[in-house]
């Protein structure tokens, strides 16, 4: 079946540092969604991104989505506390509606 | 702000316990999920619905089952709870539109003794 991972599973930043994580999948993506979840909150959707090569920026945080629509990116510049939790990327695979999630990045911000 | 609700938010029971968890969406929409989450790992389906009448299997298997007699409603079901089925279970729907984002629920954060 369908495997989403993500690298790192990890990440402890100092805040005001960049931060970046990799979404890869086994088969191609018909879209890519990012969504983020607080320590002990539910996932929150945050963006969904289809055509490929797309690049989509919310103030800090720019996702992308790979040409052969496989992988993705989400990149925070100059973190704050505010930014810590789990993302989360998800996608259906063609031809499928539901979503595989990713593993996870979970972020830790370092005041 | 998404409207989805899930009751009970915290659940301690006992072994072999019959427990229900409620979800209910206010938003018509006709697509709804369960997934079930370890703390800090990632998300599982373990159900979904398409619509009323309609109920399907996740990619997780579950012990668990399903109805969806009203839209706006899908309740998940344990005949008989283990410690095994402890996990925080995460209820979310979409609108009937392809690849929508999904909107989930406070969660249950489910103990079996």
């Known amino acids: 079946g369908q495997q989403v991972m993500q690298i790192p599973q990890y990440q402890h930043v100092q805040e005001g540092e960049d931060f970046t994580t990799y979404c890869n999948s086994s088969t191609t993506l018909s879209n890519i969604q990012w969504y983020k979840q607080r320590p002990g909150g539910h996932p929150v959707f945050l963006i969904q991104l289809v055509k490929s090569g797309e690049v989509k920026k919310q103030k800090r945080l720019t996702f992308q989505f790979g040409e052969a629509k496989k992988n993705s990116s989400l990149h925070i510049t100059a973190t704050q506390t505010t930014d810590v939790g789990t993302y989360f990327c998800a996608g259906p695979g063609f031809g499928n509606e539901k979503l595989t999630f990713g593993t996870g990045t979970r972020l830790t911000i370092i005041p | 702000e998404a409207d989805i609700y899930q009751t009970p938010r915290y659940l301690v029971i006992g072994t072999g316990k019959k427990i229900t968890l409620e979800c209910s969406q206010t938003m018509g929409h006709d697509k709804m999920y369960w997934y079930q989450q370890d703390p800090g790992m990632e998300l599982h389906l373990i159900h979904y619905s398409y619509g009323v009448n309609s109920t399907e299997k996740g990619d997780l298997s579950s012990e668990s089952t399903v109805s969806r007699i009203r839209t706006e409603h899908f309740p998940l079901t344990l005949e008989s709870a283990r410690p095994s089925h402890t996990s925080q279970y995460l209820c979310?729907?979409?609108?009937?539109?392809?690849?929508?984002?999904?909107?989930f629920g406070p969660g249950t954060r489910l103990t079996v003794l």
């Open positions: 979310a729907s979409s609108r009937p539109t392809s690849h929508n984002e999904q909107f």
